[in-house]
């Protein structure tokens, strides 16, 4: 029997923990969870890396042991993005974190070693993981309201459903937020007061791929919007995507490297496109309570946030500005 315990978390006020926090570039999405912890919270939950400077340090990194990994778009995609345009952002907002080359002592090694494919487009609109079903890793935008914290403030959020005691994730949806204020853009060139939604896209990319926010500000894994300037990884993103997925097929966990499964992007269970609702968890609730039984596996959802608003651009020119300073660069 499945022991399964779903949590859901959504980006929550700051909450300073008490281990020493450590200077880092890049973060990976951790369990939150340690061996020996009896309750089912996740120590990570509240944890805001640019705040804290440091990366969430309880638990396991998050991971794919897949070589390759699918996603799909929902049909009607938005009223401000058609479907070609989506997936042609989408595409290109992956294909930004798998293309990337990898160096060792400057000396380029090869190319990461996971590709994320384009399965069609899928009639689930529904954030959901199915343990006795096919499944979709799909990408869905909500014109409509959003149900999630933040409304005004949240451009994007991600879903990430993974096994708390090895991290390894299963399966990944993502929610674009169309009804915040700003119109989203697909232009090369967005418009003035626009968002552009590849930026927003391949910042998602990365928390699907296992990264949490990163506390360089130049990042596309920063946790705050700041333009086109996130549609290309900084060096620490690189840094990032080649320490997991390294070109040699091996994938960065908590318990050491492992070899990456043969490419297969077929997701969890199978592939479908409509939805179960096994587990839905639209709407920021736990669908499916915590509860005790006699298997080692658990399995956990999380959520993380990226936000826009005005006040976090200028606290983001300030931190900038500061770290800048103490960085010398
Ligand atoms: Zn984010």
Same mark, same amino acid.
């Given at each position: 029997?499945?022991?399964?315990?779903?949590?859901?978390?959504?980006?929550?006020?700051?909450?300073?923990?008490?281990?020493?926090?450590?200077?880092?570039?890049?973060?990976?999405?951790?369990?939150?969870?340690?061996?020996?912890?009896?309750?089912?919270?996740?120590?990570?939950?509240?944890?805001?890396?640019?705040?804290?400077?440091?990366?969430?340090? !309880?638990?396991?990194?998050?991971?794919?042991?897949?070589?390759?990994?699918?996603?799909?778009?929902?049909?009607?995609?938005?009223?401000?993005?058609?479907?070609?345009?989506?997936?042609?952002?989408?595409?290109?907002?992956?294909?930004?974190?798998?293309?990337?080359?990898?160096?060792?002592?400057?000396?380029?090694?090869?190319?990461?070693?996971?590709?994320?494919?384009?399965?069609?487009?899928?009639?689930?609109?529904?954030?959901?993981?199915?343990?006795?079903?096919?499944?979709?890793?799909?990408?869905?935008?909500?014109?409509?309201?959003?149900?999630?914290?933040?409304?005004?403030?949240?451009?994007?959020?991600?879903?990430?459903? !993974?096994?708390?005691?090895?991290?390894?994730?299963?399966?990944?949806?993502?929610?674009?937020?169309?009804?915040?204020?700003?119109?989203?853009?697909?232009?090369?060139?967005?418009?003035?007061?626009?968002?552009?939604?590849?930026?927003?896209?391949?910042?998602?990319?990365?928390?699907?791929?296992?990264?949490?926010?990163?506390?360089?500000?130049?990042?596309?894994?920063?946790?705050? !919007?700041?333009?086109?300037?996130?549609?290309?990884?900084?060096?620490?993103?690189?840094?990032?995507?080649?320490?997991?997925?390294?070109?040699?097929?091996?994938?960065?966990?908590?318990?050491?490297?492992?070899?990456?499964?043969?490419?297969?992007?077929?997701?969890?269970?199978? !592939?479908?496109?409509?939805?179960?609702?096994?587990?839905?968890?639209?709407?920021?609730?736990?669908?499916?309570?915590?509860?005790?039984?006699?298997?080692?596996?658990?399995?956990?959802?999380?959520?993380?946030?990226?936000?826009?608003?005005?006040?976090?651009?200028?606290?983001?020119?300030?931190?900038?500005?500061?770290?800048?300073?103490?960085?010398?660069?």
């Amino acid at each position: 029997m499945t022991f399964k315990a779903t949590f859901l978390f959504l980006a929550a006020a700051g909450m300073v923990l008490g281990a020493a926090p450590s200077a880092h570039g890049f973060c990976r999405t951790m369990t939150g969870r340690e061996p020996g912890d009896s309750d089912q919270t996740n120590r990570c939950s509240s944890w805001k890396e640019q705040e804290q400077n440091a990366c969430c340090p !309880y638990g396991k990194p998050l991971f794919w042991r897949n070589a390759c990994v699918g996603f799909s778009l929902q049909k009607n995609a938005s009223r401000q993005v058609s479907l070609s345009d989506a997936e042609r952002v989408f595409k290109r907002a992956f294909g930004t974190w798998t293309a990337t080359t990898c160096s060792l002592n400057g000396t380029p090694v090869g190319r990461v070693s996971m590709d994320v494919s384009y399965l069609g487009a899928v009639e689930c609109n529904k954030v959901e993981f199915n343990d006795d079903a096919p499944n979709q890793n799909v990408i869905i935008f909500r014109d409509s309201g959003w149900t999630h914290l933040d409304p005004s403030a949240t451009l994007g959020l991600t879903t990430v459903r !993974y096994d708390t005691d090895t991290g390894e994730i299963s399966g990944a949806d993502m929610e674009i937020n169309g009804a915040q204020s700003k119109p989203l853009s697909v232009s090369d060139a967005p418009p003035a007061g626009a968002v552009d939604l590849l930026s927003i896209a391949t910042h998602e990319a990365g928390h699907f791929l296992g990264f949490a926010h990163s506390t360089v500000a130049d990042a596309t894994m920063y946790a705050t !919007y700041f333009g086109v300037g996130m549609r290309d990884l900084s060096p620490d993103d690189s840094t990032g995507i080649c320490n997991v997925y390294k070109p040699d097929q091996n994938h960065g966990t908590g318990d050491g490297l492992v070899r990456a499964s043969t490419c297969d992007p077929t997701p969890a269970h199978g !592939y479908m496109t409509t939805c179960a609702d096994n587990l839905s968890i639209e709407g920021g609730g736990c669908a499916v309570p915590p509860s005790r039984s006699d298997s080692s596996v658990l399995t956990a959802v999380w959520s993380v946030l990226s936000a826009l608003s005005l006040l976090l651009l200028r606290r983001l020119r300030t931190a900038r500005a500061v770290r800048r300073d103490i960085d010398g660069r």
